[in-house]
């Protein structure tokens, strides 16, 4: 082969080396950056046709209702913990910081965060609806579609119902 198409063809494939390793970094980069929506019914029994679980350690967002009389306050910290729920299930949501001033019991929020072992988010942001219309259309369908309320408590992933203690101290 000639030198000169012999240099050209190393060039041509040294520039699809890095075409390719840029690319691989970039998706890499943008999914530990992409935080996916799951409604209480997904993170219990999984999302999509494959019921794909979150993973500990994930970034997720997670909305649905908060679950009247579930909400307990650190009287010391601003820590809060409460349950977001649907027909489904419901998975408790950790909060350190100034919830906003819409955020009620009953009332839709979406909790950005991170999973923690025993279906616990630890939020990092918490949402409440604008309108006392709105809903996030997922968990409408799902409540829609199903008119049984959970019992306070946490829903493992096996079906189970465990109360979840939080101490409070005075």
Request: proline letters at 5%.
């Amino acid at each position: 082969m000639n030198p000169r198409r012999k240099n050209r063809l190393y060039l041509l494939f040294g520039m699809l080396a890095g075409g390719a390793l840029a690319v691989t970094l970039f998706l890499y980069a943008l999914s530990s950056n992409i935080d996916l929506f799951y409604t209480p019914r997904e993170m219990l029994l999984g999302k999509g046709e494959q019921h794909a679980l979150p993973h500990i350690g994930q970034r997720l967002r997670i909305g649905g209702l908060v679950m009247p009389g579930s909400v307990r306050r650190d009287a010391q910290t601003l820590k809060v913990t409460f349950k977001i729920y649907d027909a489904a299930g419901a998975i408790t949501v950790s909060y350190d910081g100034i919830l906003p001033d819409l955020f009620r019991e009953g009332q839709g929020v979406v909790a950005q965060g991170v999973l923690e072992a025993g279906n616990l988010v630890q939020a990092k942001e918490v949402l409440a609806k604008h309108d006392e219309n709105y809903t996030p259309p997922e968990v409408a369908e799902d409540v829609k579609s199903s008119a049984i309320l959970p019992s306070v408590g946490s829903r493992s992933a096996s079906g189970s119902f465990s109360i979840i203690q939080t101490k409070v101290t005075p």
